[in-house]
Structure formats: structure tokens, C-alpha cells
């Protein structure tokens, strides 16, 4: 589903020990792997998944009080009208996992909001965390708007 950003809460909070971090390079390729993979993502090829984090102009990440990676969200822009946010993953075993999804887009579009305002945001996002982009003030789907998408692959034919 491709939500709609509406207005924004008031920022949540994470709990003690857990730690949030805005990261451009070096990123830990192999950690962003291991959580994509915990949040059922198919396993991607570590060199394409590095290429892409590379060429992302932001990511996203929390680390619980062990520094274990548990929230990851990765952006792209073209630096004026549009970001994408990518990669949307939460760990489904963290404890403070509602928290900590709620964290990583409040931050990303706050951000967004003062770095590139009037900038439209897109976010292709799993069903299990719409009720948390609601509330963070994105709408699904405005005025019947579907986003489609096509997986690019081997393809015999």
C-alpha cells in the first residue's frame, strides 16, 4: 500500500537503553541483511543490498540496549520533490516493537519535513504496520491511489 502523509503526532519516545541513529557510510551491510531477513524480506544478493544502501541519501536505525540492529529505514531523494522511504523493518521479536516502528517514521519524515519541505513522501509499506502510519498521520491510499509495483528478475521467455 502506498500511504499518504497527513500531519504529524507528537514524537514517540523509546524506551531506556534503546539508542536511534541517523547513518550514512560505512554501513554494516550484513546487520541490515539479518533484520530484513527477521521481518521476512527475501534474502537479497549482499552486493545489490550494498549498492542500494549506498546510494540511499539516509538510513534510519535503532539498536536495542545489546546494540542488536531491531529498526532499520533507508531514504531516497531527489533532493527537491520526492523521497521514498525503503526497507521499512522492525525486529517482530523486540518487546518495544510498536515503539520502535513508530520512532523510525516520525523521525525520517521529521527530517524530511525540515530538510526538504513541500516534498512529497512515499512509502511503500507491509499491512502490519498501518495502524502505526495512521497514527503518525499517513493516509492509505487518498482519493483511490494505487501504487503498483513490478519485481525485476530472470525472467525466461
Not at 84 to 109: C, F, G, K, T, Y
Amino acid at each position: 500500500m502506498m500511504p499518504y502523509f497527513r500531519s504529524q503526532s507528537s514524537p514517540p519516545r523509546l524506551a531506556e537503553g534503546y539508542q536511534l541513529a541517523w547513518e550514512t557510510l560505512p554501513v554494516d551491510v550484513d546487520d541490515v541483511q539479518v533484520l530484513l531477513q527477521r521481518c521476512g524480506s527475501p534474502d537479497r544478493p549482499i552486493a545489490r543490498l550494498a549498492l542500494a544502501l549506498e546510494r540511499s541519501s539516509w538510513s534510519v536505525r535503532v539498536r536495542d540496549p545489546d546494540q542488536r540492529l531491531v529498526g532499520f529505514l533507508r531514504i531516497t531523494s531527489d533532493g527537491a520533490l520526492n523521497a521514498n522511504l525503503w526497507d521499512l523493518a522492525v525486529d517482530p521479536e523486540d518487546p518495544e516493537r510498536q515503539m520502535v516502528l513508530s520512532v523510525l517514521i516520525h523521525s525520517a519524515v521529521s527530517s524530511l519535513r525540515r530538510e526538504l519541505s513541500g516534498c512529497s513522501i512515499s512509502l511503500a509499506a507491509p499491512p502490519g504496520t498501518l495502524d502505526v502510519l495512521e497514527g503518525q498521520g499517513f493516509l492509505v491510499d487518498p482519493n483511490g491511489i494505487r501504487a503498483m509495483g513490478l519485481e525485476l528478475g530472470n525472467r525466461s521467455g
